[in-house]
Nanobody, 119 residues
Framework: QVQLVESGGGLVQAGDSLRLSCAAS????????LGWFRQAPGKEREFVAH????????TYADSVKGRFTISKDNAKNTVWLQMNSLKPEDTAVYYCALRVTWRLDFDYWGQGTQVTVSS
């Protein structure tokens, strides 16, 4: 079993920064990717960023490229999402997710953390 626990959400103003964290625990030996997704009210969940378990190959959605940075603390099994220059359209529930090596989908999800950006 895998557990993912997010933290760091909150209410900020446009242009501010936030850092989200995702602590992973459990059976992590077959982890391939750790990712962040978000879901705004009335919209479908969308990909934000992902990174390999090794901490390499960060990948971003075009909407956040240049503003968000995903990184991994290998010693703590924690993934960070540094979000700068936040915009009101970044308002959403942000979810951490994990994909194992033999699956194409992200099968493990955290409970989500709310990020609200006011204009």
């Amino acid at each position: 079993q895998v557990q993912l626990v997010e933290s760091g959400g909150g209410l900020v103003q446009a242009g501010d920064s936030l850092r989200l964290s995702c602590a992973a625990s459990g059976d992590l030996f077959t982890t391939y990717l750790l990712g962040w997704f978000r879901q705004a009210p009335g919209k479908e969940r969308e990909f934000v960023a992902h990174i390999r378990w090794s901490g390499s190959s960060p990948t971003y959605a075009d909407s956040v490229k240049g503003r968000f940075t995903i990184s991994k603390d290998n010693a703590k099994n924690t993934v960070w999402l540094q979000m700068n220059s936040l915009k009101p359209e970044d308002t959403a529930v942000y979810y951490c997710a994990l994909r194992v090596t033999w699956r194409l989908d992200f099968d493990y999800w955290g409970q989500g953390t709310q990020v609200t950006v006011s204009s």
